[in-house]
């Protein structure tokens, strides 16, 4: 088992900036595939974006591509998240997750370990 342990996240105003992170405990990192998703009041919880466990293969909700970037450091067992003009929309509750499988999925259901959760509040 691998356990995820997410930081960074916060209020910012819209267009402002905020990186996440995914550390992992228990076993390494590079053998897994990532997937950020998100959850905000009231609606299901959708990916966000995604990296194969070499970082060859990305990626992203239409919704984020070009204001957020993905990213892994294997040596440092360590997924991060970099999101620049924040939208209001992006509000939500961010949460990591790992799959064993080398394909990225934009399905929740098959991510098979799970981050604790981040609040992102963006104001208009």
């Known amino acids: 088992q691998v356990q995820l342990v997410q930081s960074g996240g916060g209020l910012v105003q819209a267009g402002g900036s905020l990186r996440l992170s995914c550390a992992a405990a228990?076993?390494?990192?590079?053998?897994?595939?990532i997937g950020w998703f998100r959850q905000a009041p009231g609606k299901e919880r959708e990916f966000v974006a995604g990296?194969?466990?070499?970082?060859?293969?990305?990626d992203y909700v239409d919704s984020v591509r070009g204001r957020f970037t993905i990213s892994r450091d294997n040596a440092k067992n360590t997924v991060h998240l970099q999101m620049n003009s924040l939208k209001p929309e992006d509000t939500a509750v961010y949460y990591c997750?790992?799959?064993?499988?080398?394909?990225?999925?934009?399905?929740?259901?098959?991510?098979?370990?799970w981050g604790q959760g981040t609040q992102v509040t963006v104001s208009s």
């Open positions: 997750a790992a799959r064993c499988q080398s394909r990225v999925s934009t399905s929740q259901f098959e991510y098979d370990y």
């Open positions: 228990g076993r390494t990192l590079g053998i897994y595939t």
């Open positions: 990296v194969n466990w070499d970082g060859g293969v990305i």
